[in-house]
Protein backbone atom coordinates (compact mmCIF):
# COMPACT_ATOMS: atom_id res chain seq x y z
CA UNK A 1 0.00 0.00 0.00
CA UNK A 2 1.60 3.77 -0.74
CA UNK A 3 0.70 5.85 1.85
CA UNK A 4 -0.92 9.87 0.23
CA UNK A 5 2.15 12.79 -0.29
CA UNK A 6 3.19 14.11 3.18
CA UNK A 7 1.39 11.60 5.31
CA UNK A 8 4.31 10.43 6.64
CA UNK A 9 6.21 13.78 7.30
CA UNK A 10 2.59 14.47 9.14
CA UNK A 11 2.72 11.54 11.39
CA UNK A 12 6.19 12.11 12.49
CA UNK A 13 6.01 15.91 13.07
CA UNK A 14 2.54 14.28 15.38
CA UNK A 15 4.55 12.15 16.87
CA UNK A 16 7.45 12.73 19.69
CA UNK A 17 10.29 10.07 19.65
CA UNK A 18 11.20 10.59 23.29
CA UNK A 19 7.38 9.44 24.13
CA UNK A 20 7.50 6.40 21.67
CA UNK A 21 10.95 5.19 23.31
CA UNK A 22 10.54 6.29 26.74
CA UNK A 23 7.60 3.45 26.91
CA UNK A 24 10.53 0.95 26.41
CA UNK A 25 13.26 2.74 28.33
CA UNK A 26 14.62 4.39 31.72
CA UNK A 27 15.81 7.24 31.09
CA UNK A 28 19.28 8.82 32.61
CA UNK A 29 17.79 11.69 34.35
CA UNK A 30 21.98 12.95 34.68
CA UNK A 31 22.96 12.72 31.08
CA UNK A 32 19.77 13.65 29.65
CA UNK A 33 18.24 17.23 29.05
CA UNK A 34 14.42 16.86 28.29
CA UNK A 35 14.27 20.41 27.48
CA UNK A 36 16.13 20.27 24.61
CA UNK A 37 15.09 16.97 23.82
CA UNK A 38 18.48 15.54 24.30
CA UNK A 39 17.52 12.05 26.17
CA UNK A 40 20.19 8.82 26.83
CA UNK A 41 18.72 5.47 28.16
CA UNK A 42 20.55 1.81 28.43
CA UNK A 43 19.97 0.42 25.04
CA UNK A 44 17.07 -1.64 24.23
CA UNK A 45 17.94 -3.31 21.45
CA UNK A 46 21.08 -5.11 23.43
CA UNK A 47 21.71 -5.54 27.43
CA UNK A 48 24.09 -2.92 28.89
CA UNK A 49 24.30 -0.53 31.89
CA UNK A 50 25.48 2.45 30.68
CA UNK A 51 23.30 5.14 28.80
CA UNK A 52 24.51 4.67 25.56
CA UNK A 53 21.07 5.13 23.49
CA UNK A 54 20.90 8.88 22.35
CA UNK A 55 17.68 10.22 21.32
CA UNK A 56 17.50 13.38 19.56
CA UNK A 57 14.04 14.69 19.64
CA UNK A 58 13.79 17.49 17.72
CA UNK A 59 15.37 15.56 14.71
CA UNK A 60 13.35 12.62 15.72
CA UNK A 61 16.17 9.95 15.32
CA UNK A 62 17.79 7.90 17.67
CA UNK A 63 21.32 5.98 17.93
CA UNK A 64 22.96 3.76 20.04
CA UNK A 65 26.73 4.23 20.33
CA UNK A 66 27.08 0.67 21.34
CA UNK A 67 25.13 -1.64 19.01
CA UNK A 68 24.74 0.96 16.33
CA UNK A 69 20.97 0.52 15.92
CA UNK A 70 19.49 3.87 14.50
CA UNK A 71 16.34 4.81 13.04
CA UNK A 72 13.25 6.73 13.56
CA UNK A 73 9.93 6.48 15.65
CA UNK A 74 8.65 4.05 12.58
CA UNK A 75 11.40 1.83 12.74
CA UNK A 76 11.64 1.86 16.48
CA UNK A 77 8.41 0.29 16.88
CA UNK A 78 9.23 -1.84 14.18
CA UNK A 79 11.93 -3.44 16.32
CA UNK A 80 10.62 -3.44 19.68
CA UNK A 81 6.97 -4.51 18.62
CA UNK A 82 8.11 -7.10 15.69
CA UNK A 83 5.79 -5.52 13.32
CA UNK A 84 6.02 -4.80 9.82
CA UNK A 85 6.52 -1.08 8.37
CA UNK A 86 2.46 -0.55 7.76
CA UNK A 87 1.50 -2.26 10.80
CA UNK A 88 4.23 0.13 13.15
CA UNK A 89 2.91 3.80 11.04
CA UNK A 90 -1.02 2.34 11.94
CA UNK A 91 0.56 2.22 15.92
CA UNK A 92 1.56 5.53 15.35
CA UNK A 93 -0.95 6.88 13.73
CA UNK A 94 -3.74 5.41 16.22
CA UNK A 95 -1.88 6.87 18.75
CA UNK A 96 -1.35 10.44 17.21
CA UNK A 97 -5.22 10.50 16.65
CA UNK A 98 -4.82 10.10 12.95
CA UNK A 99 -6.78 7.84 10.03
CA UNK A 100 -4.67 5.78 7.85
CA UNK A 101 -5.74 6.77 4.38
CA UNK A 102 -7.64 3.70 2.32
CA UNK A 103 -5.72 1.69 0.30
CA UNK A 104 -5.29 3.49 -3.36
CA UNK A 105 -3.54 1.87 -5.77
CA UNK A 106 -3.19 5.16 -7.38
CA UNK A 107 -1.40 6.62 -4.19
CA UNK A 108 2.11 6.90 -6.39
CA UNK A 109 0.52 8.33 -8.89
CA UNK A 110 -0.23 11.34 -7.02
CA UNK A 111 2.85 11.34 -5.56
CA UNK A 112 4.46 11.73 -8.74
CA UNK A 113 2.20 14.52 -9.70
CA UNK A 114 2.87 16.53 -6.72
CA UNK A 115 6.68 16.16 -7.41
CA UNK A 116 6.07 17.88 -10.62
CA UNK A 117 3.78 20.50 -9.12
CA UNK A 118 7.18 20.82 -6.48
CA UNK A 119 8.75 21.95 -9.89
CA UNK A 120 6.85 23.92 -11.38
CA UNK A 121 6.57 26.06 -8.31
CA UNK A 122 10.58 25.94 -8.37
CA UNK A 123 10.28 27.35 -12.01
CA UNK A 124 8.24 30.34 -10.79
CA UNK A 125 10.51 31.03 -7.83
CA UNK A 126 13.15 31.60 -10.35
CA UNK A 127 11.26 33.66 -12.73
CA UNK A 128 9.98 35.88 -9.69
CA UNK A 129 13.49 35.94 -8.76
CA UNK A 130 14.83 37.53 -12.01
CA UNK A 131 11.99 39.89 -12.26
CA UNK A 132 13.20 41.29 -9.30
CA UNK A 133 16.38 42.18 -10.82
CA UNK A 134 14.97 43.56 -14.12
CA UNK A 135 13.81 47.43 -14.73
CA UNK A 136 10.55 45.94 -14.39
CA UNK A 137 11.22 45.47 -10.53
CA UNK A 138 12.59 48.78 -9.89
CA UNK A 139 9.96 50.33 -7.37
CA UNK A 140 10.02 46.78 -5.79
CA UNK A 141 13.69 46.78 -4.79
CA UNK A 142 13.61 50.64 -3.81
CA UNK A 143 10.79 49.23 -1.37
CA UNK A 144 12.63 46.57 -0.24
CA UNK A 145 15.94 48.93 0.47
CA UNK A 146 13.40 50.92 2.60
CA UNK A 147 12.39 48.55 4.70
CA UNK A 148 16.23 47.62 5.12
CA UNK A 149 16.25 44.07 3.11
CA UNK A 150 19.41 44.32 1.12
CA UNK A 151 20.68 41.68 -1.67
CA UNK A 152 21.84 39.20 0.49
CA UNK A 153 18.52 38.97 2.69
CA UNK A 154 16.40 38.98 -0.76
CA UNK A 155 18.50 35.84 -1.98
CA UNK A 156 18.13 33.84 1.94
CA UNK A 157 14.51 33.78 1.72
CA UNK A 158 14.13 34.11 -2.07
CA UNK A 159 12.29 36.90 -2.65
CA UNK A 160 10.71 38.14 -5.78
CA UNK A 161 8.67 40.02 -7.81
CA UNK A 162 5.74 39.53 -9.78
CA UNK A 163 4.71 41.99 -12.68
CA UNK A 164 1.65 43.87 -13.41
CA UNK A 165 0.80 41.90 -16.83
CA UNK A 166 -1.76 39.70 -16.52
CA UNK A 167 -0.23 36.60 -18.24
CA UNK A 168 3.21 37.55 -17.93
CA UNK A 169 4.39 34.14 -15.70
CA UNK A 170 1.71 32.22 -17.83
CA UNK A 171 3.67 32.84 -20.68
CA UNK A 172 6.90 32.35 -19.53
CA UNK A 173 5.68 28.99 -18.16
CA UNK A 174 3.49 27.52 -21.23
CA UNK A 175 6.81 29.10 -23.04
CA UNK A 176 9.13 26.25 -21.59
CA UNK A 177 6.55 23.54 -21.95
CA UNK A 178 4.92 23.55 -18.59
CA UNK A 179 1.35 21.74 -19.11
CA UNK A 180 -1.28 24.72 -18.91
CA UNK A 181 -3.33 22.22 -16.04
CA UNK A 182 -0.01 21.97 -13.86
CA UNK A 183 0.31 26.13 -13.72
CA UNK A 184 -3.43 26.21 -12.68
CA UNK A 185 -3.26 23.33 -10.34
CA UNK A 186 -0.10 24.96 -8.87
CA UNK A 187 -2.60 28.04 -7.94
CA UNK A 188 -0.02 30.19 -10.07
CA UNK A 189 -2.87 31.35 -12.39
CA UNK A 190 -6.73 31.42 -12.45
CA UNK A 191 -9.44 30.21 -15.47
CA UNK A 192 -10.71 33.33 -17.08
CA UNK A 193 -14.65 34.47 -16.46
CA UNK A 194 -14.71 35.31 -19.66
CA UNK A 195 -13.48 32.48 -21.67
CA UNK A 196 -10.10 34.16 -22.63
CA UNK A 197 -7.16 32.75 -21.50
CA UNK A 198 -6.19 32.26 -17.63
CA UNK A 199 -4.71 35.24 -16.06
CA UNK A 200 -1.89 35.50 -13.29
CA UNK A 201 -2.84 35.23 -9.73
CA UNK A 202 -0.38 37.31 -8.68
CA UNK A 203 0.47 40.72 -10.20
CA UNK A 204 2.36 43.88 -9.02
CA UNK A 205 3.28 42.04 -5.79
CA UNK A 206 6.69 41.42 -3.87
CA UNK A 207 6.67 37.53 -3.69
CA UNK A 208 7.52 35.66 -0.44
CA UNK A 209 8.36 31.90 -1.40
CA UNK A 210 6.31 29.67 1.23
CA UNK A 211 8.57 26.68 2.11
CA UNK A 212 7.57 22.94 3.51
CA UNK A 213 9.21 21.12 6.13
CA UNK A 214 11.89 19.94 3.90
CA UNK A 215 12.27 23.47 2.50
CA UNK A 216 10.42 22.98 -0.94
CA UNK A 217 8.13 25.93 -2.38
CA UNK A 218 4.68 25.18 -1.88
CA UNK A 219 3.28 28.26 -2.50
CA UNK A 220 3.40 32.04 -2.56
CA UNK A 221 2.78 35.19 -0.43
CA UNK A 222 2.64 38.56 -2.22
CA UNK A 223 2.84 41.98 -0.58
CA UNK A 224 0.76 44.49 -3.24
CA UNK A 225 2.97 47.50 -4.35
CA UNK A 226 -0.22 49.28 -5.00
CA UNK A 227 -1.75 51.03 -2.19
CA UNK A 228 -4.85 50.90 -3.65
CA UNK A 229 -5.53 47.19 -4.04
CA UNK A 230 -7.46 45.56 -1.84
CA UNK A 231 -5.49 42.95 -0.63
CA UNK A 232 -2.40 44.23 1.10
CA UNK A 233 -0.94 40.77 1.10
CA UNK A 234 -2.54 37.49 -0.82
CA UNK A 235 -1.42 33.77 -0.43
CA UNK A 236 -1.38 31.06 -2.64
CA UNK A 237 -5.16 29.47 -3.06
CA UNK A 238 -5.50 26.14 -1.51
CA UNK A 239 -3.57 23.12 -3.73
CA UNK A 240 -2.46 19.57 -3.70
CA UNK A 241 0.54 21.66 -2.22
CA UNK A 242 -0.33 23.77 0.04
CA UNK A 243 -2.67 23.85 3.48
CA UNK A 244 -2.36 27.48 4.80
CA UNK A 245 -3.78 26.00 8.44
CA UNK A 246 -0.84 23.15 8.28
CA UNK A 247 1.69 25.74 7.30
CA UNK A 248 4.31 27.90 9.04
CA UNK A 249 6.35 30.38 6.92
CA UNK A 250 10.24 29.88 7.56
CA UNK A 251 9.47 26.42 9.41
CA UNK A 252 12.74 24.13 7.66
CA UNK A 253 15.49 27.25 8.90
CA UNK A 254 13.54 28.33 12.20
CA UNK A 255 13.35 24.45 12.81
CA UNK A 256 17.08 24.09 12.20
CA UNK A 257 18.15 26.83 14.68
CA UNK A 258 15.48 26.16 17.46
CA UNK A 259 17.80 22.88 17.67
CA UNK A 260 20.81 25.01 18.37
CA UNK A 261 19.42 26.87 21.28
CA UNK A 262 17.66 29.96 19.63
CA UNK A 263 14.31 30.81 21.34
CA UNK A 264 11.27 29.84 18.63
CA UNK A 265 9.27 33.11 17.93
CA UNK A 266 6.01 33.71 16.47
CA UNK A 267 5.71 36.26 14.68
CA UNK A 268 2.36 37.75 12.45
CA UNK A 269 3.79 38.32 9.15
CA UNK A 270 6.46 37.51 6.68
CA UNK A 271 8.46 40.70 7.26
CA UNK A 272 8.06 40.25 10.98
CA UNK A 273 9.76 36.82 10.24
CA UNK A 274 12.79 38.30 7.90
CA UNK A 275 13.65 41.38 10.76
CA UNK A 276 13.73 38.89 13.41
CA UNK A 277 16.09 36.49 11.04
CA UNK A 278 17.96 39.11 10.38
CA UNK A 279 18.64 40.78 13.98
CA UNK A 280 19.74 37.22 14.69
CA UNK A 281 16.44 35.38 15.66
CA UNK A 282 16.92 32.66 13.13
CA UNK A 283 13.99 30.49 14.82
CA UNK A 284 11.07 32.73 13.55
CA UNK A 285 7.96 31.70 12.18
CA UNK A 286 4.53 32.93 11.06
CA UNK A 287 1.20 32.28 10.24
CA UNK A 288 0.06 32.23 6.97
CA UNK A 289 -2.88 34.76 7.39
CA UNK A 290 -4.98 33.22 9.91
CA UNK A 291 -5.07 32.50 13.50
CA UNK A 292 -2.62 29.54 14.78
CA UNK A 293 -4.55 26.54 14.51
CA UNK A 294 -4.21 23.77 16.70
CA UNK A 295 -2.12 21.81 13.88
CA UNK A 296 0.10 24.72 14.18
CA UNK A 297 0.27 24.79 17.81
CA UNK A 298 1.38 21.17 17.32
CA UNK A 299 4.42 21.54 14.49
CA UNK A 300 5.44 24.28 17.07
CA UNK A 301 5.82 21.76 20.28
CA UNK A 302 7.26 19.57 17.98
CA UNK A 303 10.58 21.59 17.99
CA UNK A 304 10.40 23.28 21.67
CA UNK A 305 8.67 23.17 24.40
CA UNK A 306 7.72 26.62 25.12
CA UNK A 307 7.14 28.66 22.07
CA UNK A 308 7.14 32.67 22.01
CA UNK A 309 4.40 34.48 20.74
CA UNK A 310 5.56 37.93 19.52
CA UNK A 311 2.17 40.08 19.06
CA UNK A 312 2.01 43.67 18.38
CA UNK A 313 0.90 45.62 21.77
CA UNK A 314 -2.37 46.94 20.46
CA UNK A 315 -6.05 45.88 21.03
CA UNK A 316 -5.64 43.79 17.58
CA UNK A 317 -2.46 41.68 18.85
CA UNK A 318 -4.26 41.12 22.25
CA UNK A 319 -7.13 39.75 20.69
CA UNK A 320 -4.83 37.45 18.47
CA UNK A 321 -3.14 36.63 21.74
CA UNK A 322 -6.49 35.91 23.41
CA UNK A 323 -7.52 33.48 19.87
CA UNK A 324 -4.20 31.59 20.79
CA UNK A 325 -4.98 31.01 24.20
CA UNK A 326 -8.29 29.20 23.38
CA UNK A 327 -6.31 27.29 21.02
CA UNK A 328 -3.68 26.16 23.39
CA UNK A 329 -5.67 25.49 26.57
CA UNK A 330 -7.14 22.01 25.54
CA UNK A 331 -3.56 20.85 24.20
CA UNK A 332 -1.38 21.85 26.96
CA UNK A 333 0.37 18.98 28.77
CA UNK A 334 2.97 19.12 31.50
CA UNK A 335 5.84 20.72 29.74
CA UNK A 336 4.26 22.03 26.42
CA UNK A 337 3.09 25.86 26.65
CA UNK A 338 3.07 29.37 25.48
CA UNK A 339 4.59 32.13 26.44
CA UNK A 340 3.88 36.08 25.00
CA UNK A 341 5.52 38.63 23.91
CA UNK A 342 3.59 41.79 23.57
CA UNK A 343 5.63 44.91 21.95
CA UNK A 344 5.17 48.30 22.53
CA UNK A 345 1.62 49.80 21.04
CA UNK A 346 2.49 50.73 17.58
CA UNK A 347 5.64 48.32 16.96
CA UNK A 348 5.74 44.97 15.18
CA UNK A 349 9.48 43.69 15.50
CA UNK A 350 10.06 44.90 12.33
CA UNK A 351 10.20 48.37 13.57
CA UNK A 352 11.39 47.80 16.91
CA UNK A 353 14.48 46.12 15.46
CA UNK A 354 14.64 48.82 13.03
CA UNK A 355 14.46 51.71 15.55
CA UNK A 356 15.87 50.51 18.96
CA UNK A 357 17.93 47.52 17.77
CA UNK A 358 18.57 43.33 18.02
CA UNK A 359 18.89 43.93 21.89
CA UNK A 360 15.73 45.77 22.70
CA UNK A 361 13.72 42.50 21.31
CA UNK A 362 16.28 40.30 22.94
CA UNK A 363 15.34 41.46 26.30
CA UNK A 364 11.45 41.67 25.91
CA UNK A 365 11.90 37.77 24.34
CA UNK A 366 13.84 37.21 27.89
CA UNK A 367 10.63 38.38 29.52
CA UNK A 368 8.39 36.91 27.87
CA UNK A 369 5.27 36.06 30.00
CA UNK A 370 3.43 32.60 30.69
CA UNK A 371 0.51 31.80 29.39
CA UNK A 372 -1.68 32.06 32.14
CA UNK A 373 -0.42 35.65 33.10
CA UNK A 374 -2.50 36.57 29.83
CA UNK A 375 -5.35 34.49 30.93
CA UNK A 376 -5.48 36.69 33.90
CA UNK A 377 -4.99 39.60 32.35
CA UNK A 378 -7.69 38.65 29.82
CA UNK A 379 -10.73 37.93 32.26
CA UNK A 380 -9.95 41.54 34.80
CA UNK A 381 -7.90 44.11 33.10
CA UNK A 382 -10.69 47.05 32.87
CA UNK A 383 -12.92 45.87 35.18
CA UNK A 384 -14.27 46.39 38.70
CA UNK A 385 -15.10 43.35 41.06
CA UNK A 386 -16.42 45.27 43.55
CA UNK A 387 -19.74 43.08 44.40
CA UNK A 388 -20.08 39.42 45.35
CA UNK A 389 -21.46 38.98 42.01
CA UNK A 390 -19.00 40.34 39.61
CA UNK A 391 -16.08 38.06 41.85
CA UNK A 392 -18.41 35.13 41.31
CA UNK A 393 -18.98 36.06 37.34
CA UNK A 394 -15.00 36.23 37.52
CA UNK A 395 -14.68 33.09 39.12
CA UNK A 396 -17.11 30.96 37.19
CA UNK A 397 -15.54 32.07 33.73
CA UNK A 398 -11.72 30.98 35.33
CA UNK A 399 -13.22 27.86 36.11
CA UNK A 400 -14.74 27.58 32.97
CA UNK A 401 -11.43 28.29 31.11
CA UNK A 402 -9.71 25.69 33.77
CA UNK A 403 -11.69 23.18 32.65
CA UNK A 404 -10.73 23.35 29.16
CA UNK A 405 -7.27 21.78 30.23
CA UNK A 406 -7.01 17.99 29.96
CA UNK A 407 -3.97 17.40 32.19
CA UNK A 408 -5.21 16.69 35.98
CA UNK A 409 -1.60 17.73 37.30
CA UNK A 410 -1.33 21.03 34.65
CA UNK A 411 -4.99 21.95 35.61
CA UNK A 412 -4.13 21.79 39.15
CA UNK A 413 -0.50 24.34 38.80
CA UNK A 414 -2.96 26.46 36.85
CA UNK A 415 -5.53 26.51 39.37
CA UNK A 416 -2.93 27.21 42.47
CA UNK A 417 -1.83 30.27 40.23
CA UNK A 418 -4.71 31.61 39.49
CA UNK A 419 -5.92 31.47 43.45
CA UNK A 420 -2.67 33.18 43.96
CA UNK A 421 -3.45 36.05 41.50
CA UNK A 422 -7.17 36.49 42.99
CA UNK A 423 -6.41 36.43 46.73
CA UNK A 424 -3.53 39.65 45.48
CA UNK A 425 -6.44 41.59 43.54
CA UNK A 426 -8.93 41.39 46.24
CA UNK A 427 -6.89 41.35 49.31
CA UNK A 428 -3.66 42.89 48.53
CA UNK A 429 -0.34 41.89 49.47
CA UNK A 430 0.04 42.28 53.41
CA UNK A 431 1.62 45.69 54.39
CA UNK A 432 4.74 45.73 56.05
CA UNK A 433 5.86 48.78 58.30
CA UNK A 434 8.83 51.26 56.68
CA UNK A 435 11.32 49.41 58.49
CA UNK A 436 10.44 45.97 58.12
CA UNK A 437 8.48 43.49 60.41
CA UNK A 438 8.64 45.17 64.15
CA UNK A 439 11.21 43.51 66.36
CA UNK A 440 9.84 41.32 69.20
CA UNK A 441 11.13 41.73 73.25
CA UNK A 442 11.22 38.29 73.17
CA UNK A 443 9.79 35.22 72.14
CA UNK A 444 9.65 31.27 73.08
CA UNK A 445 11.12 28.04 72.45
CA UNK A 446 11.80 26.69 69.16
CA UNK A 447 11.47 29.95 67.26
CA UNK A 448 7.64 30.71 68.08
CA UNK A 449 8.05 35.01 68.27
CA UNK A 450 6.16 35.98 71.34
CA UNK A 451 2.97 36.91 72.52
CA UNK A 452 4.03 40.73 72.61
CA UNK A 453 6.12 40.37 69.04
CA UNK A 454 2.92 38.67 67.57
CA UNK A 455 1.01 41.71 68.91
CA UNK A 456 3.51 44.04 67.75
CA UNK A 457 4.30 42.61 64.22
CA UNK A 458 0.65 42.13 63.97
CA UNK A 459 -0.39 46.48 64.91
CA UNK A 460 2.18 46.84 61.82
CA UNK A 461 1.54 44.53 59.25
CA UNK A 462 -2.06 43.28 59.32
CA UNK A 463 -3.86 39.86 60.30
CA UNK A 464 -1.46 37.79 58.08
CA UNK A 465 1.89 38.82 59.19
CA UNK A 466 2.06 35.86 61.59
CA UNK A 467 1.49 33.78 59.00
CA UNK A 468 4.79 35.76 57.03
CA UNK A 469 6.70 35.48 60.98
CA UNK A 470 6.17 32.01 60.42
CA UNK A 471 7.15 31.18 56.87
CA UNK A 472 10.35 34.01 57.79
CA UNK A 473 11.21 31.22 60.45
CA UNK A 474 11.08 27.91 58.42
CA UNK A 475 13.30 29.95 55.31
CA UNK A 476 16.00 30.72 57.55
CA UNK A 477 16.13 27.16 59.39
CA UNK A 478 16.33 25.75 56.04
CA UNK A 479 19.14 28.33 54.86
CA UNK A 480 21.17 27.09 57.84
CA UNK A 481 20.52 23.71 56.90
CA UNK A 482 19.60 22.66 53.66
CA UNK A 483 20.12 19.11 54.15
CA UNK A 484 16.57 19.60 55.52
CA UNK A 485 14.89 20.63 52.34
CA UNK A 486 14.39 17.49 51.21
CA UNK A 487 12.48 16.44 54.13
CA UNK A 488 10.01 19.22 53.77
CA UNK A 489 10.13 19.70 50.24
CA UNK A 490 6.41 18.92 49.91
CA UNK A 491 5.18 21.48 52.61
CA UNK A 492 7.74 24.17 51.58
CA UNK A 493 6.13 23.84 47.99
CA UNK A 494 2.66 23.95 49.59
CA UNK A 495 3.70 27.75 51.88
CA UNK A 496 1.68 30.30 50.35
CA UNK A 497 4.62 32.72 50.29
CA UNK A 498 2.85 36.01 49.40
CA UNK A 499 5.76 38.09 50.59
CA UNK A 500 7.61 38.02 46.74
CA UNK A 501 11.18 37.94 48.78
CA UNK A 502 9.66 35.01 50.93
CA UNK A 503 8.55 32.97 47.56
CA UNK A 504 12.23 34.04 45.55
CA UNK A 505 13.45 32.51 48.70
CA UNK A 506 11.50 29.25 48.57
CA UNK A 507 12.60 28.94 44.61
CA UNK A 508 16.22 28.87 45.76
CA UNK A 509 16.07 26.75 48.83
CA UNK A 510 13.97 23.66 45.94
CA UNK A 511 16.09 24.72 43.29
CA UNK A 512 19.77 24.23 45.23
CA UNK A 513 19.06 22.27 47.52
CA UNK A 514 21.48 19.83 46.85
CA UNK A 515 24.34 22.52 45.73
CA UNK A 516 25.55 23.33 49.39
CA UNK A 517 25.34 25.87 51.69
CA UNK A 518 27.91 28.29 49.67
CA UNK A 519 25.77 28.03 46.60
CA UNK A 520 22.31 28.20 48.27
CA UNK A 521 23.20 31.34 49.89
CA UNK A 522 24.42 32.93 46.81
CA UNK A 523 21.54 32.16 44.69
CA UNK A 524 19.45 33.73 47.67
CA UNK A 525 21.41 36.74 47.82
CA UNK A 526 20.92 37.03 43.67
CA UNK A 527 17.37 36.32 44.53
CA UNK A 528 15.98 38.77 46.69
CA UNK A 529 19.16 41.30 47.33
CA UNK A 530 21.91 40.67 50.19
CA UNK A 531 19.71 43.67 51.76
CA UNK A 532 16.35 41.88 51.94
CA UNK A 533 18.05 38.42 52.99
CA UNK A 534 19.67 40.08 55.99
CA UNK A 535 16.50 41.29 56.74
CA UNK A 536 15.20 38.10 56.77
CA UNK A 537 17.79 35.93 58.64
CA UNK A 538 18.49 38.34 60.97
CA UNK A 539 15.33 40.12 62.06
CA UNK A 540 14.58 39.98 66.13
CA UNK A 541 11.62 37.30 65.79
CA UNK A 542 14.36 35.05 63.41
CA UNK A 543 17.06 35.68 65.51
CA UNK A 544 15.81 34.60 68.35
CA UNK A 545 14.98 30.98 67.21
CA UNK A 546 16.79 28.72 69.27
CA UNK A 547 17.80 26.55 65.87
CA UNK A 548 19.81 29.72 64.65
CA UNK A 549 21.30 30.04 67.98
CA UNK A 550 22.32 26.90 68.01
CA UNK A 551 23.34 26.58 64.21
CA UNK A 552 24.67 22.79 63.59
CA UNK A 553 22.00 21.03 65.79
CA UNK A 554 20.10 19.72 63.03
CA UNK A 555 17.28 17.71 65.54
CA UNK A 556 16.47 21.02 67.01
CA UNK A 557 15.83 22.92 63.29
CA UNK A 558 14.02 19.84 62.47
CA UNK A 559 11.59 20.17 65.44
CA UNK A 560 11.42 24.01 64.70
CA UNK A 561 10.71 23.53 61.37
CA UNK A 562 7.92 21.08 61.71
CA UNK A 563 6.24 22.81 64.31
CA UNK A 564 6.17 26.17 62.31
CA UNK A 565 4.75 24.23 59.11
CA UNK A 566 2.16 22.69 61.62
CA UNK A 567 0.76 25.99 62.91
CA UNK A 568 0.56 27.23 59.09
CA UNK A 569 -1.34 24.10 58.17
CA UNK A 570 -4.07 24.39 60.81
CA UNK A 571 -4.20 28.28 60.01
CA UNK A 572 -4.59 27.53 56.33
CA UNK A 573 -7.17 25.08 57.33
CA UNK A 574 -9.33 27.60 59.33
CA UNK A 575 -9.74 29.96 56.75
CA UNK A 576 -10.07 27.42 53.65
CA UNK A 577 -13.28 25.68 55.72
CA UNK A 578 -14.59 28.99 56.87
CA UNK A 579 -14.34 30.24 53.15
CA UNK A 580 -16.37 27.08 52.68
CA UNK A 581 -18.80 26.54 54.89
CA UNK A 582 -19.72 30.72 53.79
CA UNK A 583 -20.14 29.74 50.55
CA UNK A 584 -22.40 26.69 51.38
CA UNK A 585 -24.53 29.15 53.58
CA UNK A 586 -25.22 30.31 50.17
CA UNK A 587 -26.41 27.74 48.95
CA UNK A 588 -29.26 25.14 49.60
CA UNK A 589 -29.86 24.18 53.39
CA UNK A 590 -28.78 20.78 53.76
CA UNK A 591 -26.22 18.78 56.84
CA UNK A 592 -23.23 19.91 54.07
CA UNK A 593 -23.60 23.37 55.42
CA UNK A 594 -23.36 21.83 59.54
CA UNK A 595 -20.43 19.44 58.30
CA UNK A 596 -18.84 22.59 57.21
CA UNK A 597 -18.94 24.57 59.94
CA UNK A 598 -18.03 21.57 62.38
CA UNK A 599 -15.25 21.47 60.37
CA UNK A 600 -14.60 25.12 60.64
CA UNK A 601 -14.64 25.02 64.40
CA UNK A 602 -12.46 21.97 64.52
CA UNK A 603 -9.73 23.97 62.29
CA UNK A 604 -10.61 27.09 64.91
CA UNK A 605 -9.51 25.08 68.06
CA UNK A 606 -6.51 23.07 66.46
CA UNK A 607 -5.20 27.16 65.57
CA UNK A 608 -5.90 28.39 68.59
CA UNK A 609 -4.17 25.35 70.57
CA UNK A 610 -1.20 26.18 68.48
CA UNK A 611 -1.36 29.83 69.71
CA UNK A 612 -1.79 28.67 73.21
CA UNK A 613 1.38 26.63 72.86
CA UNK A 614 3.17 29.48 71.76
CA UNK A 615 2.25 31.15 74.96
CA UNK A 616 4.10 28.51 77.10
CA UNK A 617 7.80 29.21 78.35
CA UNK A 618 10.41 26.77 77.90
CA UNK A 619 13.31 26.06 79.65
CA UNK A 620 16.52 23.93 77.87
CA UNK A 621 17.50 20.68 79.36
CA UNK A 622 21.05 19.72 79.68
CA UNK A 623 20.95 17.64 76.23
CA UNK A 624 19.53 20.68 74.39
CA UNK A 625 15.45 19.24 74.95
CA UNK A 626 12.88 21.42 75.38
CA UNK A 627 11.15 21.76 78.84
CA UNK A 628 7.86 23.89 80.08
CA UNK A 629 9.04 25.93 83.05
CA UNK A 630 5.36 24.71 84.67
CA UNK A 631 5.56 20.98 84.18
CA UNK A 632 9.54 21.27 85.68
CA UNK A 633 8.07 23.29 88.41
CA UNK A 634 5.66 21.21 89.15
CA UNK A 635 8.05 18.16 88.90
CA UNK A 636 10.47 20.35 91.37
CA UNK A 637 8.12 20.73 93.85
CA UNK A 638 6.90 16.80 94.03
CA UNK A 639 10.61 16.18 94.46
CA UNK A 640 11.04 18.43 97.19
CA UNK A 641 7.58 17.05 99.19
CA UNK A 642 9.19 13.28 98.47
CA UNK A 643 12.64 14.09 100.10
CA UNK A 644 10.66 15.89 103.45
CA UNK A 645 8.51 12.59 103.69
CA UNK A 646 11.27 10.08 103.59
CA UNK A 647 10.50 8.28 106.39
CA UNK A 648 13.80 8.22 108.71
CA UNK A 649 15.50 5.13 109.73
Known amino acids: MSLPPGFLDELRSRTSLTQVVGRKVLWDTRKSNQAKGDMWAPCPFHQEKTASFHVDDRKGYYYCFGCHAKGDSISFVRETENVGFMEAVEILAGEAGMQMPARDPQAQERADKRTELIEVMEKAVRFFRLQLRSAAGAEARDYLARRGLNEETQDRFGIGFAPAGWQVLWDNLTGQG ?13 PSQKGGKPYDTFRNRI ?92 MLWRITDEPIMALDGDKAGLNAAYRVIDTALPLLEAGKSLRFVLLPEGLDPDDLIRSKGSEAMRKLVDGAQPMVQLLWRRET ?14 DKTLRDRMRLIQDP ?26 GGYRKANSAGQHGKPSEGARTSALAAGGADIETQLREAVILAALLSTPELIA ?41 VGSDALEKLCRSRHVAITPCLRNPGDTDLARMTIAEELAKLEAHSGLDAEIAEAVEDLFGPADERVTWRLSQAAKARQTAQRAQAEDKTEYDLGPNGAAISKEERSAFAALMETIRFDKPRN
Open 178 to 190: IAEDKILEAGLAK
Open 207 to 298: MFPIHDARGRPIAFGGRAMDPADNAKYLNSPETPLFDKSRTLYNLAPAREAAGKGQPLIVAEGYMDVIALATGGFDAAVAPLGTAVTDTQLQ
Open 381 to 394: EGRVFDSPERKAAL
Open 409 to 434: SLRSHYGEEIKRLRWELFRGPAKQSA
Open 487 to 527: EFEGQLEGMRCDNPDHAAVRSCLLRHAADGVDVLHTAANEA
